[in-house]
């Protein structure tokens, strides 16, 4: 009946030893449990997110986040130390085995951690939520593209790129960007070759593709950013922070630029975190997790509809 969750009692049960253990694992691990707003004044300017927008006829529009992020900077910015959420966030259009347009999801940052200190840390917990998986692996986004597409993704020119997509029956827009084809190159050729390989963190994204990550001192090519796959599963994205304001202000507007080029809406740029990163955020990286895909690997549900009570 329609009226019921979709989700058995049993799955419920685990989801909430889930949270509990996780919540466990941050309370030895000393972070701080924290709540941010759901509604903002500022949406996404991300050109791959939409955001759920308000309707009121006595309130100013407002957004629902897509992520915590934002205003868990403006705490960190105001010296709360390390710090966690487990939230609903919102993502418009998002719908499909591993997406529902409502979903649960875990941020945490830690002070003075760069993101292969994070990564550390994400595998540590994840190995005792899946005691089941194999260690993990870990391989750079240049690594794995050159060796699945066969192009370099730092060096490769876009004519050469979008010839290797149409080679691979891609049906390329009027307008291609860069980082479009670097995302559908990877998913095509990398992404089977990840589903056989059990945990496995792609770390050093290009720079275009880590608009919230700081530029490698090594390689300014290179974002320190990270993303965790479990049998090819996206389950984290993870950073080492940006704490320039100048330079994230910089990005923003790029974002825009490119969402007004593709008739995507343009939300305001969130100035109350421009202003915290201007005051200073301190050295730190954070990750977004989801939890309904954790849940998933953890009970082998085959659609995230079986681990939510009532999904969208």
């Known amino acids: 009946m329609s009226w019921q969750p979709a989700a058995s009692q049993q799955m419920l049960r685990k989801r909430a030893g889930l949270l509990a253990r996780v919540r466990d694992y941050f309370r030895r691990e000393e972070v701080l449990e924290v709540e941010t707003p ?20 006595q309130h100013p529009e407002q957004y629902l986040h897509t992520s915590p992020e934002f205003p868990m900077k403006r705490l960190l910015a105001s010296r709360s130390g390390s710090i966690y959420q487990i939230c609903k966030v919102f993502r418009e259009e998002e719908t499909g085995r591993y997406h529902n347009p409502e979903f649960t999801m875990l941020e945490w ?47 490769a020119t876009l004519e050469e790129l979008s010839a290797k997509a149409e080679s691979l029956g891609v049906v390329l ?18 992404g089977d070759w990840l589903k056989q390989s059990g945990g496995v963190f792609v770390y050093n994204y290009p720079a275009s593709m880590a608009s919230l990550a700081q530029i490698s001192p090594q390689d300014s090519r290179v974002a320190e950013r990270f993303e965790l ?25 790029k974002d825009l630029a490119s969402r007004e080029a593709q008739g995507m809406d343009q939300p305001p740029i969130d100035q109350d975190f421009l202003d915290a990163l201007a005051v200073g955020l301190p050295d730190c990286s954070g990750v977004a997790l989801g939890l309904d895909r954790l849940l998933m690997l953890q009970t082998g549900a085959e659609h995230i509809k079986e681990v939510i009570a009532f999904p969208g």
């Open 38 to 57: 759901i509604m903002s004044r500022y949406g996404n300017p991300d050109p791959a997110i939409n955001s759920f927008r308000t309707d009121s006829d």
């Open 109 to 155: 940052y830690r002070i003075g951690f760069d993101h292969y200190q994070l990564m550390d840390d994400v595998e540590a917990m994840i190995i005792e939520l899946l005691p089941n998986l194999m260690a993990f692996e870990r391989h750079t986004f240049q690594t794995l593209f050159k060796n699945h597409v066969g192009l370099d993704p730092l060096e």
């Open 173 to 190: 827009p009027e307008q291609v960007e860069r980082d479009w084809l670097l995302d559908v190159l990877f998913d095509l050729s990398v």
């Open 229 to 253: 796959y479990i049998d090819g599963i996206e389950l984290a994205n993870g950073f080492h922070e940006l704490q320039d304001a100048a330079e994230q202000k910089t990005r923003f507007e």
